[in-house]
């Protein structure tokens, strides 16, 4: 008989049909109207019932399947009873065809950290711009982001009635990533996607550093990653504090499965054990290629402003 997949190939085959799940929530509360806003520290830091519904969605669907795995999400909810139409138990039967890389077959449940955006652009999600909201599924080992699944809910909304709505993402260290087309930036042209509600001084002037030829700004980390991948910019330059684990995790597993490279602005890479502080305080600097062009020409006063 064939032996079971890994562990690992289960959780990402399982989070992939978590995402698809989660994303037709993200549209149910959409079309029902009442998006449920709450502000936690502010007018850009927004929480839906979309948010609330996801992360519980998520969380208990992934925690039934795989007791021991930690699971860190971004919403600070109780963990009642959750209704069981937010329970998925499914997954991707062609996630688990793959063969698992050999630095993964022997991970065991407590040793995997799942990182959880429920809703990655909130702001965007009640503002409209439904194109830049992302549901991310972060899985870490050793510290280290492995695997990831992103999850687009309105991916295609603007083509028209007939148009398959969403698209899942997913990518695993060793394996690749898949359900996008891998294209590079035009080669010799600086475009830089950053931030669209968080600017500041900072953010600015490290760009106007990098000297681009054009900036992109639009909301979501993993909105971000997918324009670095889909070769739309060339690097992701956000030069202030406020990005957190569960935004990067899973892009970062994406990103670096197809040879990206994201770090903070000193050039750190990120930790992802479950004892971490949860904040990048030290933002993020993010390309599919010529990483180091862009690292070496960060201003040492955007450097000295933000410390790890």
Not at 10 to 25: G, L, N, Q
Not at 58 to 78: D, M, N, Q, Y
Not at 122 to 144: C, F, N, P, R, S
Not at 163 to 185: C, H, N, Y
Request: net charge negative; charged share 20%.
């Amino acid at each position: 008989s064939m032996a079971s997949p890994a562990l690992l190939m289960r959780v990402v085959a399982s989070a992939y049909s978590v995402a698809e799940r989660a994303a037709r929530i993200v549209r149910n509360v959409m079309d029902g109207g009442d998006l449920g806003i709450v502000e936690k520290t502010g007018a850009n830091d927004l929480q839906t019932k979309a948010d609330r519904l996801v992360q519980m969605s998520i969380c208990a669907s992934l925690a039934r399947k795989f007791p021991k795995v930690t699971i860190i999400g971004e919403e600070e909810l109780t963990t009642d009873e959750v209704s069981e139409e937010l329970i998925e138990d499914g997954h991707c039967e062609e996630i688990l065809k793959k063969t698992c890389p050999a630095q993964y077959t022997g991970i065991k449940e407590e040793e995997l950290v799942i990182w959880v955006d429920p809703l990655d652009g909130t702001k965007e999600y009640t503002e409209g711009l439904l194109d830049h909201v992302t549901v991310l599924i972060g899985i870490a080992y050793g510290g280290k982001a492995i695997a990831g699944v992103i999850n687009q809910p309105y991916y295609n909304y603007e083509a028209g009635a007939d148009a398959v709505l969403g698209r899942t993402i997913w990518g695993v260290l060793g394996i690749g990533a898949f359900g996008f087309q891998l294209t590079e930036a035009p080669a010799g042209k600086h475009i830089i996607v950053t931030t669209r509600s968080h600017g500041s001084t900072l953010v600015n002037d490290c760009i106007s550093a990098l000297n681009p030829d054009s900036v992109i700004r639009v909301g979501g980390a993993g909105n971000k990653i997918i324009q670095l991948i889909e070769g739309k910019a060339s690097a992701y330059v956000f030069a202030s504090p406020g990005c957190k684990k569960w935004d990067t995790c899973a892009p970062e597993a994406i990103l670096h499965a197809v040879g990206g490279k994201i770090t903070d602005i000193h050039g750190n890479s990120f930790q992802y054990n479950k004892e971490v502080k949860h904040m990048n305080s030290a933002g993020v600097l993010a390309s599919l290629r010529n990483y180091e062009y862009y690292a070496s020409r960060i201003p040492n006063n955007v450097k000295q402003s933000l410390v790890p």
